[in-house]
Nanobody, 125 residues
Framework: QVQLVESGGGLVQAGDSQRLSCVAS????????MGWFRQAPGKEREFLAT????????YYADSVKGRFTISRDNDENTEYLQMNRLKPEDTAVYYC??????????????????WGQGTQVTVSS
């Protein structure tokens, strides 16, 4: 199992930026990909971004492409989501997730084994 702890959420005004962090621990040697998802009240969990660890390639949902950037600090075993030009519709609980081994498409939440506790991001207009 992989333990994931997110941080960095909070209140922000539209147009501002926030940076989320996700620290991984435990059985991290077999992680295939790490991603970010979000879930707003009454809505399904939404894919945002992912990194394939073997290649370092990053992929983004159209809704955040050009505004959000996923990155990793391997020395600190930490994943980041830099969020710029935030919009009110970005308001949600944000989760990081780890896929250990290959479980399926990185775009689907069911492919991921372990999840963080979530951190609330609220964007006011």
């Amino acid at each position: 199992q992989v333990q994931l702890v997110e941080s960095g959420g909070g209140l922000v005004q539209a147009g501002d930026s926030q940076r989320l962090s996700c620290v991984a621990s435990g059985r991290t040697f077999n992680i295939y990909a790490m991603g970010w998802f979000r879930q707003a009240p009454g809505k399904e969990r939404e894919f945002l971004a992912t990194i394939h660890l073997s290649s370092g390639s990053a992929y983004y949902a159209d809704s955040v492409k050009g505004r959000f950037t996923i990155s990793r600090d391997n020395d600190e075993n930490t994943e980041y989501l830099q969020m710029n030009r935030l919009k009110p519709e970005d308001t949600a609980v944000y989760y990081c997730a780890a896929m250990s081994g290959y479980r399926g498409s990185v775009y689907y939440p069911q492919s991921y084994n372990d999840w963080g506790q979530g951190t609330q991001v609220t964007v006011s207009s």
